[in-house]
C-alpha cells in the first residue's frame, strides 16, 4: 500500500466507482440466462479492449479472456467473474434505484464481480502499476445452475490448460474470502408410466404421484450439521391435464458438502429413495408399471484451499487492511475447479452488501462498495508476483 503506483490505483478505483456502479447496471439489463451468456459476453469483451487488455478473445466455452502481461509469464493469476445469472429467458432484467440501493435480477450475483474486475482493470491500468506476474481476466460462463461451472472447467482443461498459477473468483458482494469450495450432485430424475384416463384409467400407477412419494422420502433424510451437507428438490414438472393420469413427471435435485465423504452418503440415500419409491407406487396400484431414469445434470467437485497457503494468508491480510476480520468461509463458486486441482484459488465477495441473490428482487447497496473494489486490487497485485 505504500507503493505510490498502488497508491494512485487505489484513489483511482475510489474516484472511478461512481462510473462503474453505471456500468454494472447497463451490464446487468443484458440479460444472461444460463447457456445464453454471449451477448452479455460481446459487452464484455468490447469493455476489456477498450481497456486496452492484449490478446482479448472468446474460447469455445464462451469465456471472455484478456490479458495484462506483466514483467514475465509467469506467475499467471487468472482474475475471474461470472457471467451467467440463473434468471431465464424472458426475465424483467430492469435495474431500479432507490438511493444507493439497487435492484434487480444478478445486480450481486454477479453483476459486481464483473464490474470490479472492470475497475481493477482500469484503475491499474491509469496508476501505471507493474506487476511481475501476468494477470489474465476472465468473464466466464456456466457458474450457475446446471452451467456446472463449465467455463471455468474449460478454462483449466482446454484454453488455459497448464498456464494458470493463481485463481482468483469475484462473485457476489462483502468482503468474504471463500476458501472451502462445496461439491454437489444434480440430477433431472424422470419417471414414466403408461398414462390414461383420471376416471377411465383409474387404478393405474401414477408418474407424479410416485415422484411425491420420493419427495416425501427426500424430505425426511438426515443430515449432518457439520460438516454442512443439504438436499433440495428445486424443480418439478409434468403431466398433461387435470383429468389424465400422467404418463411422466421430472424434478432436479441438488445435494451438497464440502465433504466428500457426506456428500457421497447423501447421494447414495438419494438414490435409494428413488427406487423404493417406485416400488411402492408400482406395488400400491399393480396396474402398469412406473420406470424411471436418474441423469445426472451436475457434478461439482469437492475442494478446499488450504488455510495456512499463501494465497488465503494474502487474501486475509489483505481484507483486514481494509477492515474485514471475518473467518474464511465456504461455497460453491468457480473456485471449486481450481480447488479440486489443487490450484491455489480463493472466491472473494465484490464489496457492498445486499439480499436476495438468485431472487427476482436482488439488491446491491453501493454505499461503501469501492472497498470491495480496492481490496480486489490490492489482491491481484499482491498475487502477481
Ligand atoms: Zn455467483
Not at 408418474?207 to 451437507?229: L, N, S
Not at 495456512?308 to 468457480?334: H, N, Q, R
Request: charged share 20%; net charge negative.
Amino acid at each position: 500500500m505504500e507503493d505510490p503506483t498502488v497508491k494512485a490505483a487505489l484513489a483511482a478505483a475510489k474516484t472511478n466507482e461512481p462510473h462503474f456502479i453505471e456500468e454494472e447496471v447497463r451490464i446487468c439489463e443484458i440479460a444472461a440466462p444460463p447457456f445464453h451468456e454471449d451477448e452479455r459476453g460481446k459487452a464484455l469483451e468490447r469493455l476489456f479492449k477498450g481497456l486496452s487488455l492484449d490478446n482479448v478473445r472468446i474460447d469455445k466455452a464462451g469465456n471472455v479472456i484478456g490479458v495484462r502481461p506483466g514483467a514475465a509469464s509467469h506467475p499467471n493469476l487468472v482474475f475471474a467473474a461470472h457471467l451467467d445469472t440463473v434468471f431465464p429467458e424472458g426475465t424483467d432484467v430492469h435495474v431500479t434505484r432507490d438511493g444507493t440501493v439497487l435492484k434487480g435480477p444478478g445486480i450481486g450475483d454477479d453483476c459486481r464481480g464483473l464490474v470490479v474486475m472492470l475497475g481493477v482493470i482500469q484503475a491499474l491500468k491509469e496508476a501505471n502499476v507493474k506487476t511481475p506476474g501476468t494477470i489474465t481476466f476472465v468473464a466466464d460462463t456456466g457458474e450457475e445452475g446446471l452451467g456446472d461451472l463449465r467455463g471455468t472447467k474449460n478454462l483449466f482443461n482446454d484454453s488455459l490448460k497448464g498456464q494458470i498459477d493463481k485463481f482468483v473468483s469475484v462473485d457476489g458482494l462483502g468482503l468474504g474470502t471463500t476458501i472451502t469450495g462445496v461439491g454437489s450432485y444434480r440430477y433431472r430424475v424422470t419417471f414414466r408410466g403408461p398414462g390414461g384416463h383420471s376416471f377411465g384409467a383409474f387404478g393405474m400407477v401414477n408418474p407424479i404421484q410416485a415422484m411425491g412419494r420420493a419427495i416425501a422420502k427426500i424430505d425426511a433424510f438426515e443430515v449432518p450439521k457439520d460438516p454442512k451437507t443439504t438436499f433440495n428438490v428445486g424443480r418439478v414438472g409434468g403431466g398433461t391435464s387435470v383429468n389424465a393420469i400422467p404418463f411422466d413427471a421430472w424434478m432436479e435435485v441438488d445435494m451438497r458438502s464440502a465433504d466428500k465423504n457426506s456428500l457421497e452418503a447423501v447421494n447414495t440415500k438419494f438414490k435409494a429413495a428413488v427406487q423404493e419409491a417406485v416400488d411402492e407406487e408400482n406395488h400400491r396400484w399393480g396396474r402398469g408399471s412406473i420406470t424411471y431414469t436418474a441423469d445426472l445434470v451436475g457434478v461439482r467437485p469437492p475442494g478446499v484451499t488450504p488455510p495456512d497457503s499463501a494465497i488465503v494468508i494474502t487474501s486475509l491480510a489483505v481484507s483486514k487492511l481494509f477492515g474485514f476480520t471475518g473467518a474464511p468461509g465456504e461455497g460453491s463458486t468457480d473456485s471449486n475447479v481450481p480447488m479440486n486441482l489443487g490450484i491455489p484459488a480463493v472466491t472473494i465477495g465484490g464489496g457492498g452488501h445486499g439480499s436476495g441473490a438468485h431472487a427476482l428482487n436482488e439488491t446491491f447497496d453501493t454505499k461503501d462498495s469501492y472497498i470491495g473494489t480496492q481490496r480486489a486490487l490490492l489482491l491481484a497485485v499482491a498475487l502477481a508476483r
